[in-house]
């Protein structure tokens, strides 16, 4: 019964794709897309019975205790994005960054003891921030640091403090989590396995 139930919902599913996504996707899209639905069909898992760990009387199938799951299709496609770059919708939509528990300021230097293998920098959308990270540009190059940006408010203003030190990647990201575990509460900041300093 539960291979009927799987077979009725990959049959609903290649039916969306199908009517619903086949005319958006290019050939090699299409084939890879086939050849995943043909494989989905015809590989059967292996069915072995059950092995009781304990049974005290009172066990009940999973089944009753479930309820039963049919996956929901959405009634219409979004209409198609125009040409360009994917990754450029998905970046516009990470914006604004903002980090409540991490502000612009002055970081005292203090060993730290930390499980981290590459060095990373905290820096923002602020005056010290960008200068800083112009300042240290080839230092933080030759240790192949990678870089958060915990304040920007849009993907202008990240590009702009990417091309300061172009070549180091950076990210988009909440800071509050590395604030708290990191003992720290302003920016722009270095942290390797050793040291967290400006």
């Not at 059950?50 to 066990?59: E, K, Y």
């Not at 950076?170 to 920016?187: E, Q, R």
Request: glycine residues 8%.
């Amino acid at each position: 019964m539960t291979t009927t139930k799987s077979l009725m919902n990959v049959e609903k599913v290649m039916v969306f794709i199908l009517d619903k996504l086949v005319p958006w996707l290019a050939a090699a899209q299409l084939m890879r897309l086939l050849c995943l639905l043909f494989f989905m069909v015809s590989v059967r898992p292996a069915q072995a019975a059950p092995a009781v760990i304990h049974d005290n009387g009172n066990t009940q199938p999973i089944e009753t205790l479930l309820p039963e799951i049919t996956p929901e299709l959405p009634k219409e496609m979004p209409s198609p994005q125009p040409a360009g770059d994917p990754g450029a919708a998905f970046m516009a939509g990470l914006f604004p960054v903002h980090s409540q528990h991490l502000s612009p300021g002055a970081v005292e230097a203090r060993a730290a003891t930390l499980n981290v293998t590459q060095p990373f920098f905290l820096v923002g959308n602020d005056l010290g921030s960008t200068d800083w990270l112009a300042t240290f540009c080839p230092r933080l190059q030759e240790i192949h640091a990678s870089g958060l940006v915990v304040e920007a408010s849009s993907l202008e203003q990240f590009k702009a403090i990417t091309e300061i030190c172009p070549g180091l990647p950076m990210a988009p990201v909440n800071g509050d989590g590395l604030a708290k575990g990191l003992g720290i509460s302003h920016y722009p900041v270095l942290v390797s396995g050793r040291r967290i300093e400006q």
